[in-house]
């Protein structure tokens, strides 16, 4: 999933950088329409690690607590255990962090777009490029 997300990245910025300027009206709504979609997919995807991220970051709690509940010859197993949470969570954690901050950057791609085809949204500053320019 890394590689999709940071390929639809670069082609999106590719985009933006050397062909929108040159690029029609329809061929730029076509492309935001497609990009949209995968912001779309993306977002569903961090939703999804979201979730898998605190159902991890909850059984972590949950082994460390069970680590003092159970009696002590099970002691090896609780800590074997709330490793293994642990080195999850941190990776799902690492992952979440990826896709969080990628959509985040997709957004504001998708305001780059916009603002090329609708000047009056870029004169207001309702996209990202317009409030950079007015600030």
Same mark, same amino acid.
């Given at each position: 999933?890394?590689?999709?997300?940071?390929?639809?990245?670069?082609?999106?910025?590719?985009?933006?950088?050397?062909?929108?300027?040159?690029?029609?009206?329809?061929?730029?709504?076509?492309?935001?329409?497609?990009?949209?979609?995968?912001?779309? *997919?993306?977002?569903?995807?961090?939703? $999804?690690?979201?979730?898998?991220?605190?159902?991890? &970051? /909850?059984? +972590?709690?949950? !082994?460390?607590?069970?680590?003092?509940?159970?009696?002590?010859?099970?002691?090896?197993?609780?800590?074997?255990?709330?490793?293994?949470?642990?080195?999850?969570?941190?990776?799902?954690?690492?992952?979440?962090?990826?896709?969080?901050?990628?959509?985040?950057?997709? *957004?504001?791609?998708?305001?780059?777009? $916009?603002?090329?085809?609708?000047?009056?949204?870029? &004169? /207001?500053? +309702?996209?990202? !490029?317009?409030?950079?320019?007015?600030?």
């Amino acid at each position: 999933m890394k590689e999709y997300v940071v390929q639809t990245m670069k082609a999106a910025q590719s985009f933006i950088d050397n062909e929108m300027k040159e690029a029609g009206e329809e061929k730029t709504r076509r492309v935001l329409a497609e990009f949209e979609i995968k912001i779309a *997919y993306f977002q569903h995807e961090r939703l $999804i690690h979201l979730m898998v991220t605190l159902s991890f &970051a /909850l059984f +972590l709690l949950l !082994s460390v607590g069970a680590i003092f509940l159970f009696p002590p010859e099970f002691i090896y197993c609780g800590l074997l255990l709330t490793a293994i949470f642990f080195g999850l969570t941190i990776g799902y954690v690492m992952h979440y962090y990826f896709l969080e901050n990628s959509v985040q950057k997709m *957004y504001h791609m998708r305001d780059e777009m $916009i603002a090329f085809l609708d000047s009056d949204l870029k &004169a /207001l500053g +309702l996209t990202d !490029s317009g409030a950079k320019k007015k600030s």
